[in-house]
Structures are given as structure tokens and as C-alpha cells.
């Protein structure tokens, strides 16, 4: 899976789905290339909504669709589209907004089955993932994960894929301890190994797709994960590498290690606390739903902007 950056890119490495969030949207949204799709959603935009503020929200979940029309027009599989990150604490409001996501996809005869709704996994948000893959059908991308706590609920969520961060655990602790990692001993690297041998000795189905990352090394120690979605400059570095790539994720493996079982998702209090036990993710998970609902706010002034002048 290849992250937005632009177009070209994503047709250049040919990978089997491709992902978004608030900010490569906002930095794609600044390049006169994507001007087309902005001038889209800003004229649906000025026609939906009673006011200017529900104008812009029309405009902003347009803009994230169109993005999303053009990838699926290169990609043979999903996109992911993400909630707002301001509906991260609130169930209702996120599946609420994933259907009117899915409605504005189905409208340009694009079927649920290519979208992936991208959910910050909150306790509100993997709620709303269990609400819309058990009632809706809908396929939700659980992001923003940082532990164990939150992989083991999302699976038992049964969400269609989980997002963890392996560059951002990493940027966490070198901040933390003052020191560097070697690959194999990258506290992000060993976190989506633990969520992969988890997943596997206990045999969820969820796809496990580690992100984020800093260095083609974190890639290569993770070769045999289910997916990875990888940035375009490190997707140059491995298309330009000749070295191999041994696999050292071994679903197989997994299964005879003595993993102890845990139980998330109806044990709300249970769930809170070992993931506040974790200094690590909560931090980095308020850090990530901050980051993205900044970016997702300032979009929305530069969409405003457009709105009053045309």
C-alpha cells in the first residue's frame, strides 16, 4: 500500500491500494495539479449545507472523496478515507460520518467495497469500526494504533485492517532514552511483531499493516507482515535497493509461542486502563488526533476561503 503524495507516484510503483489522512490531503490540496478537484468539492459544497460552516464540512468530505476517485482510478484495490478527527470521542458521530462518506462514494458509482474508513483507535472510534463492519458491511482502517491493548480490541472489533505506527513508537523513545535503534531492536518494529504474533496464534483475520515508517529498515525487519504502507521516497529507496529481503514474520511460528490471551472489547474500564498504563501511545495517540484535526482545520479555512469568493 503506497501513501498519497501525488498521482504520478502512485502510478509509478503500481502498489495494491493506497491510504490518506488530513495532512497528505492538505499538502496535496496546495499544488495547482489538484486545483480540478478542489474547484469539484467547492462547487458541491456551495450547493449543500444551510450555512457556511455546514458548506464547508460538504466541501472538505467531498475534496477527501475526490482524492479518493482519482487514486482508485490507478490502484486495483482500496483507498482509505478517514473520519474527522474531531469525532475520535465520539461513537455515534464517527459512524454517522462514515455513512456519508460511503453515500458520497456510492453517488459517483464507487461500491463500499473499494473504501476503507479510516478510524483513530480511540475506544470510541474501534466502537464505531465494530458498528459499522458488523451492521453496515463497511470496512474500517483502525489508525493511529501505538499498542497491543488497542490491536487486540480492534481485532476483536473485527475491523478490516489495523494501522500501527511504527515511526512515531520510534521517534517517541529515541526522545525518551537519547539514544538510537538498530532495526531489529526498534521498539516500533517489535510492537507490530507483537500485534502480528498476536493476531496469528489466535487467528483474527484482521490485516495487520504497519505505517509510519523512518528507515527501509523497519520495512525489511517487518518483511511477511500482511501489509505495509510505505511512503514514496522510502518505495525509491527499495526500488532502487538490490539487497534481499529475507521474511522474518512468520504467521506459522506465531502459532506456537506462548502468548497470553487478553479481552477488550466490552471491558470499556479494562481497556482504559492498561492502555493508560502505556505513557508511550497515550501520547502519541493525542499527539496524532491533534496533528490531524489541525490539518484537517486549516483545510477547512483554506476551503472557506474558497467558498466566499466564488
Known amino acids: 500500500m503506497s501513501e498519497l503524495w501525488d498521482f504520478a507516484t502512485i502510478a509509478k510503483y503500481k502498489p495494491q491500494d493506497a491510504t490518506t489522512n488530513p495532512s ?5 490540496s496546495k499544488k495547482p495539479e489538484y486545483a480540478k478537484l478542489m474547484d469539484v468539492a467547492v462547487e458541491y459544497g456551495k450547493q449543500n449545507g444551510k450555512d ?11 475534496l477527501l472523496v475526490e482524492f479518493g476517485k482519482e487514486i482508485l482510478k490507478i490502484v486495483p484495490g482500496k483507498v482509505s478515507t478517514e473520519v474527522d478527527a474531531r469525532f475520535s470521542f465520539d461513537t455515534n458521530a464517527s459512524v454517522a460520518k462514515a455513512l456519508h462518506i460511503i ?9 463500499k467495497s473499494r473504501i476503507l474508513i479510516k478510524i483513530a483507535s480511540t475506544w470510541e472510534g474501534i466502537q464505531a469500526a465494530r458498528i459499522l463492519q458488523s451492521q453496515h458491511g463497511i470496512n474500517c482502517n483502525l489508525t493511529l494504533m501505538f499498542s ?4 487486540i480490541a480492534g481485532a476483536e472489533a473485527g475491523a478490516f485492517l489495523i494501522s500501527p505506527f511504527v515511526g ?17 531492536e526498534d521498539p516500533g518494529v517489535q510492537s507490530v511483531q507483537s500485534i502480528f504474533d498476536y493476531y496469528k496464534k489466535y487467528g483474527y483475520g484482521t490485516i495487520v499493516m504497519g505505517a509510519s515508517f523512518r528507515n527501509i529498515g523497519e520495512i525489511t525487519e517487518l ?7 510505505i511512503s514514496p521516497n522510502l518505495l525509491e529507496e527499495l526500488y532502487s535497493s538490490t539487497a534481499p529481503v529475507p521474511k522474518k514474520l512468520d504467521a506459522a511460528g506465531a502459532k506456537a509461542k506462548d502468548i497470553a490471551r487478553r479481552s477488550y472489547i466490552d471491558e470499556e474500564a479494562l481497556f482504559r486502563f492498561d492502555f493508560n498504563e502505556e505513557a508511550m501511545a497515550v501520547e502519541k495517540l493525542r499527539e496524532g488526533i491533534s496533528k490531524f484535526a489541525a490539518d484537517a482545520q486549516t483545510l477547512k479555512s483554506i476551503l472557506k476561503e474558497k467558498i466566499e469568493k466564488a
Open 168 to 184: 512515531r513508537i520510534l521517534d517517541w523513545y529515541k526522545a525518551s532514552t537519547k539514544k538510537d535503534y538498530a532495526a531489529h
Open 52 to 62: 457556511l460552516d455546514q458548506k464547508v464540512d460538504a466541501t472538505i468530505d467531498r
Open 223 to 229: 518483511a511477511g507482515c500482511d501489509y505495509l504502507t
Open 24 to 28: 497528505l490531503i492538505l499538502a496535496a
Open 148 to 151: 497491543l491493548v488497542q490491536a
Open 103 to 111: 453515500e458520497l462514494y456510492k453517488s459517483i458509482g464507487i461500491d
